[in-house]
Protein backbone atom coordinates (compact mmCIF):
# COMPACT_ATOMS: atom_id res chain seq x y z
CA UNK A 1 0.00 0.00 0.00
CA UNK A 2 2.92 2.49 -0.24
CA UNK A 3 4.18 4.70 -2.91
CA UNK A 4 6.52 2.42 -4.39
CA UNK A 5 3.84 -0.59 -5.92
CA UNK A 6 1.92 2.38 -7.11
CA UNK A 7 4.73 3.66 -8.90
CA UNK A 8 5.07 0.07 -10.17
CA UNK A 9 1.54 -0.19 -11.00
CA UNK A 10 1.64 3.06 -13.04
CA UNK A 11 4.23 1.70 -15.17
CA UNK A 12 2.73 -1.48 -15.97
CA UNK A 13 -0.88 0.13 -17.02
CA UNK A 14 0.81 3.00 -18.89
CA UNK A 15 2.66 -0.28 -20.72
CA UNK A 16 -1.20 -1.83 -21.66
CA UNK A 17 -2.40 1.24 -22.51
CA UNK A 18 0.45 1.59 -24.94
CA UNK A 19 0.35 -2.27 -26.17
CA UNK A 20 -3.63 -1.66 -26.62
CA UNK A 21 -2.89 0.94 -29.38
CA UNK A 22 -0.04 -1.02 -31.40
CA UNK A 23 -2.67 -4.23 -30.83
CA UNK A 24 -5.30 -1.72 -32.86
CA UNK A 25 -2.40 -0.35 -35.70
CA UNK A 26 -1.18 -4.11 -36.06
CA UNK A 27 -2.15 -5.51 -39.72
CA UNK A 28 -0.39 -9.43 -39.48
CA UNK A 29 -2.06 -12.11 -37.90
CA UNK A 30 1.75 -12.74 -36.26
CA UNK A 31 2.32 -9.01 -35.66
CA UNK A 32 -0.90 -9.30 -33.18
CA UNK A 33 -0.24 -12.02 -31.17
CA UNK A 34 3.59 -10.62 -30.82
CA UNK A 35 1.73 -7.85 -29.09
CA UNK A 36 -0.48 -10.33 -27.49
CA UNK A 37 2.22 -12.21 -25.72
CA UNK A 38 3.87 -8.74 -24.41
CA UNK A 39 0.62 -7.63 -22.78
CA UNK A 40 0.05 -11.09 -21.35
CA UNK A 41 3.27 -10.82 -20.27
CA UNK A 42 2.57 -7.63 -18.81
CA UNK A 43 -0.96 -8.47 -17.12
CA UNK A 44 1.27 -11.37 -15.00
CA UNK A 45 3.40 -8.89 -13.67
CA UNK A 46 0.72 -6.61 -12.75
CA UNK A 47 -1.19 -9.33 -10.63
CA UNK A 48 2.18 -10.03 -8.62
CA UNK A 49 2.01 -6.42 -7.66
CA UNK A 50 -1.55 -6.32 -6.95
CA UNK A 51 -1.17 -9.95 -4.74
CA UNK A 52 1.67 -7.35 -3.51
CA UNK A 53 -1.23 -4.35 -2.70
CA UNK A 54 -3.80 -6.76 -1.21
CA UNK A 55 -1.61 -9.27 1.09
CA UNK A 56 -3.22 -12.03 -0.58
CA UNK A 57 -1.28 -15.13 -1.83
CA UNK A 58 -4.32 -16.70 -3.73
CA UNK A 59 -3.55 -14.05 -6.52
CA UNK A 60 -0.12 -15.97 -7.39
CA UNK A 61 -2.59 -18.84 -8.11
CA UNK A 62 -4.35 -17.27 -10.40
CA UNK A 63 -1.36 -15.67 -12.05
CA UNK A 64 -0.01 -19.16 -12.39
CA UNK A 65 -3.36 -20.50 -14.37
CA UNK A 66 -3.30 -17.05 -16.47
CA UNK A 67 0.65 -17.53 -18.08
CA UNK A 68 0.02 -21.40 -18.55
CA UNK A 69 -3.28 -20.18 -20.38
CA UNK A 70 -1.43 -17.68 -22.31
CA UNK A 71 1.60 -19.64 -23.23
CA UNK A 72 -0.98 -22.56 -24.74
CA UNK A 73 -2.76 -19.64 -26.61
CA UNK A 74 0.37 -19.17 -28.12
CA UNK A 75 1.46 -21.72 -29.20
CA UNK A 76 -1.75 -22.82 -31.17
CA UNK A 77 -1.99 -19.69 -32.77
CA UNK A 78 1.95 -20.14 -33.97
CA UNK A 79 1.03 -23.53 -35.22
CA UNK A 80 -2.03 -22.61 -37.06
CA UNK A 81 -0.39 -20.00 -39.11
CA UNK A 82 2.24 -22.19 -39.47
CA UNK A 83 0.55 -25.58 -41.61
CA UNK A 84 -3.11 -25.37 -40.64
CA UNK A 85 -5.07 -27.19 -38.47
CA UNK B 1 11.96 0.86 6.22
CA UNK B 2 14.12 -2.01 6.94
CA UNK B 3 17.32 -3.11 3.93
CA UNK B 4 14.66 -5.71 2.60
CA UNK B 5 11.54 -3.57 1.80
CA UNK B 6 14.52 -1.16 0.38
CA UNK B 7 16.22 -4.04 -1.59
CA UNK B 8 12.62 -5.13 -2.86
CA UNK B 9 11.15 -1.63 -4.20
CA UNK B 10 14.46 -1.08 -6.10
CA UNK B 11 13.64 -4.72 -7.77
CA UNK B 12 9.76 -3.76 -8.29
CA UNK B 13 10.51 -0.36 -9.85
CA UNK B 14 13.04 -1.72 -12.17
CA UNK B 15 11.62 -4.57 -13.27
CA UNK B 16 8.29 -2.96 -13.92
CA UNK B 17 10.50 0.00 -15.87
CA UNK B 18 11.86 -2.72 -18.08
CA UNK B 19 8.42 -3.92 -19.01
CA UNK B 20 7.49 -0.76 -19.66
CA UNK B 21 10.51 0.08 -22.23
CA UNK B 22 9.84 -3.66 -23.69
CA UNK B 23 6.64 -2.32 -24.64
CA UNK B 24 7.91 0.41 -25.80
CA UNK B 25 10.14 -0.88 -28.30
CA UNK B 26 7.47 -3.43 -29.74
CA UNK B 27 5.39 0.24 -30.39
CA UNK B 28 8.65 1.48 -32.20
CA UNK B 29 9.95 -1.53 -34.22
CA UNK B 30 9.35 -1.22 -37.70
CA UNK B 31 9.50 -5.71 -38.33
CA UNK B 32 8.32 -8.68 -36.49
CA UNK B 33 11.56 -10.40 -36.04
CA UNK B 34 12.90 -6.92 -34.35
CA UNK B 35 9.43 -6.53 -32.88
CA UNK B 36 9.97 -10.39 -30.72
CA UNK B 37 13.76 -9.17 -29.96
CA UNK B 38 12.75 -6.61 -28.34
CA UNK B 39 9.49 -7.89 -26.86
CA UNK B 40 10.90 -11.01 -24.97
CA UNK B 41 13.98 -10.10 -23.63
CA UNK B 42 12.97 -7.21 -22.20
CA UNK B 43 9.41 -8.43 -20.72
CA UNK B 44 11.00 -11.25 -19.64
CA UNK B 45 13.78 -9.72 -17.45
CA UNK B 46 11.86 -7.30 -16.43
CA UNK B 47 9.46 -9.93 -14.87
CA UNK B 48 11.91 -11.94 -13.43
CA UNK B 49 13.41 -8.64 -11.87
CA UNK B 50 9.80 -8.02 -10.24
CA UNK B 51 9.25 -11.45 -8.70
CA UNK B 52 12.33 -10.93 -7.00
CA UNK B 53 11.65 -7.94 -5.62
CA UNK B 54 8.04 -9.70 -4.88
CA UNK B 55 10.72 -12.32 -2.96
CA UNK B 56 12.40 -9.59 -1.00
CA UNK B 57 9.07 -7.95 0.15
CA UNK B 58 7.27 -10.71 1.01
CA UNK B 59 9.56 -13.62 2.18
CA UNK B 60 6.93 -16.05 3.10
CA UNK B 61 5.77 -16.68 -0.85
CA UNK B 62 8.89 -17.42 -2.14
CA UNK B 63 8.44 -20.83 -3.60
CA UNK B 64 5.52 -19.76 -5.62
CA UNK B 65 7.25 -17.06 -6.55
CA UNK B 66 10.03 -18.51 -8.28
CA UNK B 67 7.76 -21.70 -9.59
CA UNK B 68 5.86 -18.49 -11.28
CA UNK B 69 9.49 -17.05 -12.44
CA UNK B 70 11.03 -20.30 -13.73
CA UNK B 71 7.57 -20.94 -15.77
CA UNK B 72 7.80 -17.42 -17.43
CA UNK B 73 11.80 -18.00 -17.97
CA UNK B 74 11.14 -21.22 -19.73
CA UNK B 75 7.88 -20.23 -21.61
CA UNK B 76 8.43 -16.76 -23.16
CA UNK B 77 11.51 -18.16 -25.34
CA UNK B 78 9.28 -21.32 -26.71
CA UNK B 79 7.05 -18.99 -27.57
CA UNK B 80 8.91 -16.27 -29.12
CA UNK B 81 10.66 -19.17 -30.97
CA UNK B 82 7.37 -20.97 -32.61
CA UNK B 83 6.12 -17.39 -33.46
CA UNK B 84 9.31 -16.92 -35.45
CA UNK B 85 9.71 -19.59 -36.82
CA UNK B 86 6.02 -19.37 -38.25
CA UNK B 87 6.57 -16.13 -39.77
CA UNK B 88 9.46 -17.08 -41.43
CA UNK B 89 8.04 -19.97 -43.00
CA UNK B 90 4.89 -18.19 -43.97
CA UNK B 91 7.11 -15.76 -45.98
CA UNK B 92 7.03 -12.59 -43.90
CA UNK B 93 10.18 -10.82 -45.58
CA UNK B 94 12.40 -8.56 -43.09
CA UNK B 95 13.05 -4.83 -43.48
CA UNK B 96 16.31 -4.34 -45.32
CA UNK B 97 19.23 -2.32 -43.31
CA UNK B 98 19.17 1.62 -44.57
CA UNK B 99 22.50 3.43 -44.46
CA UNK B 100 23.20 6.16 -41.95
CA UNK B 101 24.00 9.68 -42.97
CA UNK B 102 27.78 9.44 -44.16
CA UNK B 103 27.64 5.87 -44.27
CA UNK B 104 29.27 4.49 -47.59
Known amino acids: MNIVTWISIGFLSLGIIIGLITLLKMKLVVEKMVVLDVITTLITGA???VSLIFKSSFVLDITLIYAILSFGAVLVVARYTERGM | MSALQIIGSFFLIVGSYFIFVGTLGVYRMPDVYNKLQAGTKATTL???S???GAIFLEPAWAWKLIVLAFFVLA???IGSHALARASKNTGIP???KKKEDGEK
Open chain 1, 47 to 49: LVV
Open chain 2, 46 to 48: GFV
Open chain 2, 50 to 52: IAL
Open chain 2, 75 to 77: SNP
Open chain 2, 94 to 96: AVE
